[in-house]
């Protein structure tokens, strides 16, 4: 017999003929709800997986039995786990459909097969007529399909097997040079050293800051220049917007070519430097002028102007 199918009949054929508790209580749903789902309804539900479920753990075993409390579910996760047959064996899971029926969905109950004599199979079940624990003898006809124990155990062992193989798997290997470490996986990809990503990802943040910082940094235009009546000129962009025009808006044609009687200069919006009426300002070849006050344009008097002030 199988090791596992031994042990877990060694630990199920001291419960024949218990019998569950008033309201569908039993000691193994009674297990169950506290050790493997934490949920009290448990404790009064059928109870023939969950009988399964607490040999298992007795016998130290559930990991290739399962510790299920739904039939369909046990079922299927045998398949799952490449441990579903339909020929019988001791210590196998046998799973019954009352209707007949082979879909593991339509599974109604679940006990542990004792011995195969031809046809027919010896059982151990919980939940026999709703309330026992007893050996049954039975033929197939009712029968979905049977869980085998030790096929989990063997599906579980390849797997621990091949696991250091698994590809995309990353490996450590040993540096190639003092304080460098190369880095490659399974597949055999170009290693990359250490060194060399660390170098890279430096030289990207510095580029990266210096670009930042250039384009934070103010532009000043240079501005144009010409020449007029001797005198050299800076525009910049729109005329008097930015800097200060040498002819006040709407001069004509005649004080442009002549030279203004009056000369007006506008001070910047911009300039930093708070305004003081008392402070003379030049304009290049014209004489110091004087502010006129609650105005910020400078005028300078006409000789005209100036000889009828002396008369």
């Known amino acids: 017999m199988d090791p596992i199918g031994d042990d877990l009949l060694r630990i199920i ?45 007795r016998a130290g075993v559930q990991q290739y039995v399962g510790q299920f409390a739904w039939t369909p579910s046990q079922a299927r996760w045998f398949e799952t786990n490449g441990a579903w047959s339909r020929t019988p064996e001791p210590g196998a899971l046998v799973f019954f459909d009352w209707s007949g029926g082979k879909d593991i969905k339509g599974i109604d109950h679940v006990g542990v097969v004792e011995s195969v004599e ?31 124990p030790r096929k989990v155990k063997e599906q579980l062992a390849k797997k621990d097997d091949t696991a250091p193989q698994q590809s995309g798997r990353i490996e450590v290997r040993p540096a190639l040079a003092p304080a460098s470490t190369t880095l490659t996986d399974a597949s055999g990809t170009l290693p990359v050293s250490m060194e060399t990503a660390v170098v890279a990802g430096l030289l990207t943040f510095v580029l990266g800051t210096s670009f930042v910082l250039s384009r934070l940094r103010p532009r000043v235009s240079a501005g144009r220049h010409r020449r007029r009546n001797g005198r050299a000129e800076r525009r910049t962009g729109g ?13 004509s044609e005649q004080d442009r070519a002549g030279g203004p009687k009056t000369l007006r200069v506008s001070r ?14 030049s304009v290049t070849g014209l004489a110091p002028e004087t502010p006129a006050p609650k105005t910020r344009a400078l005028e300078t008097p006409a000789p005209e102007a100036e000889a009828r002030r002396a008369a």
Request: net charge positive.
């Open 13 to 57: 054929r001291p419960e024949i003929g218990y019998r569950e508790g008033p309201g569908r209580h039993s000691k193994f749903g009674e297990w169950y709800a506290a050790n493997v789902v934490q949920d009290p309804q448990y404790e009064t539900a059928p109870w023939c997986a969950m009988f399964v479920a607490w040999a298992a753990e």
């Open 268 to 281: 910047p919006d911009w300039a930093h430097e708070p305004y003081r009426a008392d402070r003379p300002r």
């Open 239 to 251: 005329g008097s917007r930015g800097g200060a025009s040498l002819f006040p808006a709407g001069a």
């Open 118 to 148: 031809g046809g027919t199979i010896h059982t151990i079940e919980g939940n026999v007529d709703r309330v026992w624990l007893k050996r049954k003898t039975r033929d197939q006809s009712k029968v979905v399909g049977y869980g085998l």
